[in-house]
């Protein structure tokens, strides 16, 4: 029997976050399937993604149990307390990820599949052990955060095409704000937990304000993107280019002013960015 509560387990998959990327993973499969929603499609990526996104939260937080231990935010976890075994959790993550990789393939295509194999290599093997060793690691780990989305697509049964690649990109790019900010509000825990966050290495913050800032800049016109390739009208366009501007104004506020309530004010920020922008592509998406 394993070990744990099922608000452990709950705790383990960082089921908040994934409310997040399965609902952007499923309008991007309804995009992809030409403003058609199939309830069968959609279940089945629900679940497949639902596991192999759970696996890889778990791998990872198996693999960073000592720095978990070490950090104020994270040493209350079901692992670094000892409410979930290790053993038990190395087990359900990889049973999550053979059922989940197998569910995708099997009830929607091979690419879903795939693109959720990479996702979990990339995010447990690549960017976890790199936040160890670069503060680079933050652009590594965005990769695989905007992963579900081409899964979503993918899933869809009509393979990728640009409007994948600049919906992947507006994600990718979403996230470094977002992150920066989340990193200088935790700046000691990821001190105690020897992790190479870009706000620890450069205390002053400045690197980090910069960054967020170039990033948000470089997010105005490619959230416009779907309406310059006439996949959306003037609804996005305008709505894009009004949220994108806003996200950027916070990011220069956090630049010019690094403290908390700038930070946070990033975090809000970005938090409502991306369900406002799904939105109006759902509104104004041409068929």
Known sequence: MLSGSPQDWIALG????????????????????HGEWEWVMAINLVIGLSMT????????????????????????????????RKKDAIL??????????????????????WLAIIMIVLYDFIYTPLKRVTPLNTLVGAIPGAMPLLIGYAAAGNGLDILA????LILFLWQLPHFFAIAWLYRDDYKYGGLQMLPGVDKTGVIAGRQAIHYA????????A???????????????????????ATALMFRRNREIKTARIVLYTSIVYLPLLFALLVLDYRY
Do not use: H
């Open 14 to 33: 960082k089921m908040r976050i994934q409310i997040l990327a399965t609902s952007a993973a499923l309008i991007c499969m309804w995009v992809a399937n």
């Open 53 to 84: 996104s759970t696996a890889a939260a778990i791998i990872n937080q198996v693999i960073e149990i000592d720095i978990d231990k070490r950090m104020p935010r994270t040493c209350d976890r079901p692992l670094p307390t000892g409410r979930v």
């Open 92 to 113: 359900a993550s990889w049973v999550l990820a053979i059922v989940g990789f197998a569910w995708l393939a099997f009830f929607l295509n091979p690419l879903s599949a």
């Open 165 to 168: 690649g600049i919906l992947f």
């Open 217 to 224: 800049l470089a997010l105005v016109p490619m959230s416009m």
């Open 226 to 248: 779907p309406s310059m390739f006439e996949f959306t009208e003037g609804l996005y366009f305008y709505g894009s280019l009004s949220l994108s501007l806003i996200y950027l």
